[in-house]
């Protein structure tokens, strides 16, 4: 079983930025890929960015956001720059290991026009 822990978000104007983290309880390196989702009320769950050997982005969030991980600390990050009110949602880490698929809890990111 994996556990994921995330943190770093919250409420920031437009154009502002914000740094997601996500700690896993077991080493990273088993991990086949691990990224970030994101949830608007009244959306389906989207894929905002994964990392395995590549990085992958929606189209919505190239060029803003950058996700990068640390194996030493087997950690996931998303950095979140000129953010926009449509980027409001929930926002999930998500792994994949052995084929299994797990989440984190959420952590609310708003941004305010």
């Known amino acids: 079983q994996v556990q994921l822990v995330e943190s770093g978000g919250g409420l920031v104007q437009a154009g502002g930025s914000l740094r997601l983290s996500c700690v896993a309880s077991?080493?990273?390196?088993?991990?086949?890929?691990m990224g970030w989702y994101r949830q608007a009320p009244g959306k389906q769950r989207e894929l905002v960015a994964d990392?395995?050997?590549?990085?992958n982005y929606a189209d919505s969030v190239k060029g803003r956001f950058t996700i990068s991980r640390d194996n030493a600390k087997n950690a996931v990050y998303l950095q979140m720059n000129s953010l926009k009110p449509e980027d409001t949602a929930v926002y999930y880490c998500?792994?994949?290991?052995?084929?299994?698929?797990?989440w984190g809890q959420g952590t609310q990111v708003t941004v305010s026009s």
């Open positions: 990392i395995t050997s590549s990085t």
């Open positions: 077991t080493s990273i390196s088993s991990f086949s890929v």
């Open positions: 998500w792994v994949r290991r052995y084929g299994y698929d797990y």
